[in-house]
């Protein structure tokens, strides 16, 4: 199973987060954050959006950090003096998938994680699309199990099929989006 660390920008958007943690749940592969990671996420959603409260985020994060015994990585400092990223506040993102012997970071920001750096650590970064694909190829039924989760779990409002592919969609997830298409009978 794949074990993904995630860069704070990918668990900022709530229907992403929501989406990602259904589908670990579903064990279709294992998350991994630290807690600076949560921080950084929290502390955006609660500056664009100051009708959301600190306990409401905090509820958010116990239940991701219980999602597995293992999603929450500490430890992971001792990595930082020798790591070089072009902005150097995402060296704690690789330190966390050091750490917890992750290959994956999963990030819309791509270009600050260069496979020049990241590949010799046996690291490489995704965008949350070709994340999503890689999950569905290695176990569309599994995965199909937890997009129908996900999607029964969105009471207000709920979404059809048609709304959740558009929510995707303006997620930047075009290519899960259409690839799911042809299976919407099943979600």
Avoid at 12 to 40: F, G, N, Q, T
Avoid at 81 to 103: G, N, Q, R
């Amino acid at each position: 199973m794949s074990l993904a660390v995630f860069d704070a920008c990918v668990l900022y958007p709530p229907s992403l987060r929501d989406l990602l943690m259904w589908l670990a749940v579903a064990k279709v592969y294992e998350p991994r954050w630290s807690e600076e990671i949560h921080e950084e996420w929290m502390r955006n959603v609660l500056k664009d959006n100051p009708e959301i409260r600190r306990e409401q985020l905090e509820r958010t994060r116990t239940l991701m950090n219980g999602i597995t015994s293992r999603s929450l990585v500490s430890g992971y400092r001792v990595h930082l003096a020798s790591l070089t990223l072009p902005d150097a506040k995402d060296c704690h993102v690789v330190a966390v998938a050091l750490e917890a012997k992750a290959s994956l970071i999963v990030t819309f920001n791509l270009k600050d994680f260069p496979g020049r750096v990241l590949s010799p650590l046996g690291i490489r970064a995704l965008h949350p699309d070709a994340f999503l694909e890689s999950l569905f190829l290695q176990n569309g039924p599994r995965f199909l199990l937890g997009i129908r989760q996900h999607r029964a779990s969105l009471k207000n409002p709920p979404k059809t099929t048609t709304d959740y592919l558009a929510t995707m969609t303006s997620l930047g997830l075009k290519k899960m989006a259409l690839r799911l298409e042809v299976f919407q009978e099943e979600f």
